[in-house]
């Protein structure tokens, strides 16, 4: 490990006017490993990006940060992410891009090439190396982005919801490598889940409002259960706010199913990701869709929804319309609501929080269509909800990736669609919002209105009322 201290005093930093540290001052030991933690907004991600250097300094000092400092975050991932996009925009050419592939991805970072292959081999990614990166799912591409991390020689590792989005097993073999990589890197998490703390960690920060607030001791028995506390919420004794009386859908079919596969089948060249899956769901029908990643389940949604490219070569009926008759898109989002991290990375306008939840009603990414009073009263009730009214008109870009989460299950929910769509809604929420949204999953399924499906990999985060389950195999 690095033999010097690395040193924050009273140091104040800028993030392009959306946030600000407030004169934080922390010592980093050697042999200390950190993690964290703190309210969704608080300020977490930021500080653990200051030790990668972003941020603009206002006042204090940073120091004995060593040169190799490797950072995973839903940040970088999105960036990653938004320059593959840029990349097709800039193309002249008349054909459709394919995107980098996961293989180039890795092998442009990585310093270590043959632990990188081991890796690839480790977190079962060997099969995708040739598909494009932005085609991969959550879980995958944040695999990919532990890769590079962990195949850069790092003297520093700042790992920003390092466990989000992986699969069982996947979780299992990174807890246990870097309790390995423990001996000679010090390391830096941000982690949502308390109750993912690794062993080998030795102290805990407490952020709130971009302050330090606590440092406590790993084996401070006392100060470590006083800081539970304040990390979870004391009641979910909570209230959906209701629909909106005046925006009825056209009617559907009670005796008719919501949601008819039939063989159903998502092929690439020589990867078969699932084939001849025959799944019906059912009216006020609650399902928890699970599986290893990769193992096809963000893809089945997308069939549901319409956004996968396959699903006008599958038999699949949707809200009593044949794929492929010539409804419209419009026809079929009308009855569903539907959060996810690709709808998240979607969703860059900076349209304030009351209007991204009033979205909901209208199918929309941005508000383009006139809004009623009742619409704006219950966008408020959700924001009241939040904990987020005094922040009705902020704009929705410049939240933390865990804000932003919260504002889109609000807006998934805001219409009680027949079929609410929840594709790991809790990933980057703090402990408090994530029993909050749990709740409110469960009020929603017991209130005989809304059919909810919920991909899911936490056995902990599992909702009574939802007792269908259908497993996808990798």
């Not at 060997?126 to 799912?137: D, E, H, I, V, Y």
Request: hydrophobic share 40%; with cysteine.
């Amino acid at each position: 490990m690095p033999s010097g201290a690395i040193s924050l005093d009273g140091l104040s930093v800028d993030f392009d006017g959306r946030f600000e540290l407030v004169d934080i001052t922390w010592t980093i030991n050697p042999g200390e490993h950190w993690l964290i933690v703190g309210a969704n907004g608080s300020g977490k991600s930021a500080l653990a990006a200051v030790l990668a250097g972003e941020g603009s300094s206002i006042s204090g000092t940073i120091s004995g940060v060593p040169e190799r400092v490797c950072l995973v975050s839903y940040e970088r991932q999105a960036e990653l992410i938004e320059a593959e996009r840029r990349k097709d925009d800039a193309d002249i050419l008349d054909v459709i891009s394919e995107g980098t592939p996961a293989a180039e991805i890795i092998a442009d970072a990585s310093h270590d090439h043959d632990l990188a292959q081991e890796l690839v081999d480790s977190l079962g990614l060997r099969p995708l190396m040739g598909r494009a990166f932005r085609k991969l799912s959550t879980g995958e591409t944040r695999k990919v982005m532990l890769i590079r991390a962990l195949t850069r020689n790092p003297e520093l590792l700042v790992l920003d919801a390092p466990f989000d989005g992986l699969d069982n097993k996947s979780l299992g073999w990174l807890q246990a490598h870097l309790a390995q990589l423990a001996a000679t890197v010090p390391m830096v998490l941000v982690l949502n889940r308390f109750d993912e703390c690794p062993d080998f960690i030795t102290h805990v920060a407490y952020i709130d409002d971009g302050r330090l607030l606590e440092t406590v001791a790993r084996d401070d028995a006392r100060a470590m259960a006083e800081l539970g506390k304040l990390l979870h919420l004391q009641t979910t004794d909570l209230e959906v706010p209701a629909a909106d009386p005046s925006a009825e859908l056209p009617p559907l079919d009670p005796g008719e199913p919501l949601v008819c596969l039939t063989g159903a089948t998502i092929r690439y060249q020589d990867n078969t990701v699932f084939e001849n899956l025959d799944w019906t769901i059912e009216p006020n029908q609650h399902w928890q869709l699970s599986g290893p990643n990769g193992s096809g389940k963000t893809s089945l949604l997308a069939l549901i929804t319409g956004d996968h490219p396959q699903c006008y070569v599958n038999d699949i009926k949707v809200f009593g319309f044949q794929r492929g008759s010539g409804e419209s898109i419009w026809q079929i989002k009308q009855y569903m609501g539907y959060v996810s991290t690709a709808l998240q990375w979607e969703y860059r306008v900076g349209t304030g929080l009351r209007n991204v939840i009033i979205s909901g009603f209208f199918d929309s990414i941005g508000l383009y269509s006139k809004s009623t009073d009742v619409q704006k009263a219950l966008a408020d009730e959700w924001l009241a909800l939040l904990g987020m009214s005094h922040r009705a008109d902020e704009p929705f870009n410049s939240l933390s990736h865990g804000d932003q989460r919260l504002v889109l299950i609000a807006r998934a929910m805001v219409k009680h669609p027949p079929l609410l769509i929840l594709d790991e809604p809790c990933l980057g929420l703090d402990d408090i919002n994530r029993q909050l949204v749990l709740a409110l999953i469960e009020r929603i399924c017991a209130s005989g209105k809304t059919a909810v499906l919920y991909v899911n990999h936490r056995p902990q985060d599992r909702i009574p009322g939802i007792e269908e389950h259908l497993q996808l195999d990798a």
